[in-house]
């Protein structure tokens, strides 16, 4: 309880900085705002393309280990795609239990002048058990599954609010890296 009240607690002091946001609904992670879409637009006033393009490859270069390994598509100044792992991205309960979960994922970036178009073009929730467990959006029986789709209720709300915001945060991070909002290093 004391984890998901601190997860409230940041989630109240980052998220409204950026205003673009992912939801997790029974359909996947759509824009909060418009849950028709499967992508949020981030705002980047004054930035051209070249610029967001070139500030998304530092980006990945500096937070990923490998990022020459992450990096599976792009275009020059209009379009990258990369994948993502995450261990112990949330935690599901299964008959009291807490298992941990965790995440593979592709994201997409689609670069215009004054904005970015961020997707996650396919998302694989996994327990971290053996055998192996996929997590679904939606589902019922005895699988895991976010949503009972048979009755329309949301069956695991910790792995919910837990993966929106490590998608937002994620959002959050990027859009201030790209903004040129870096930490000063003082040596």
């Known amino acids: 309880m004391k984890n998901l009240v601190l997860v409230f ?3 109240l002091f980052t998220l409204p900085m950026v205003g673009q ?11 909060k705002t ?3 879409n499967d992508f949020v637009v ?3 006033p ?7 393009y070139q500030r998304a490859i530092e980006y990945i270069n500096e937070t990923y280990k490998n990022p020459e390994e992450v990096i599976k598509g792009n275009t020059e100044n209009e379009y990258l795609r990369f ?3 995450v261990s112990g991205i949330g935690i599901l309960k299964n008959s009291g239990v807490k298992v941990i979960t965790n995440a593979n994922y592709v994201t997409e970036l689609r ?9 996650i073009n396919s998302l694989e929730i996994y327990t971290d058990t053996s055998p192996r467990q996929n997590v679904s959006f939606s589902g019922k029986g005895w699988s895991y599954y976010i949503y009972n ?3 329309g209720t949301l069956k695991q709300p910790d792995l919910k609010v837990l993966t929106e915001l490590h998608f937002n945060s994620t959002v959050t991070s990027l859009t201030t890296f790209l903004m040129g909002e870096t930490k000063t290093e003082d040596w």
């Open 111 to 119: 670069f215009k002048d004054g904005k970015v178009r961020y997707e």
């Open 34 to 36: 418009n849950l028709e």
């Open 21 to 31: 946001e992912f939801e997790v609904t029974p359909n996947g992670l759509k824009d």
């Open 83 to 85: 994948n993502t792992h």
């Open 46 to 52: 004054g930035k051209t393309a070249t610029e967001l």
């Open 149 to 151: 789709s048979k009755k």
């Open 9 to 11: 607690m940041v989630m």
């Open 42 to 44: 981030i705002d980047t």
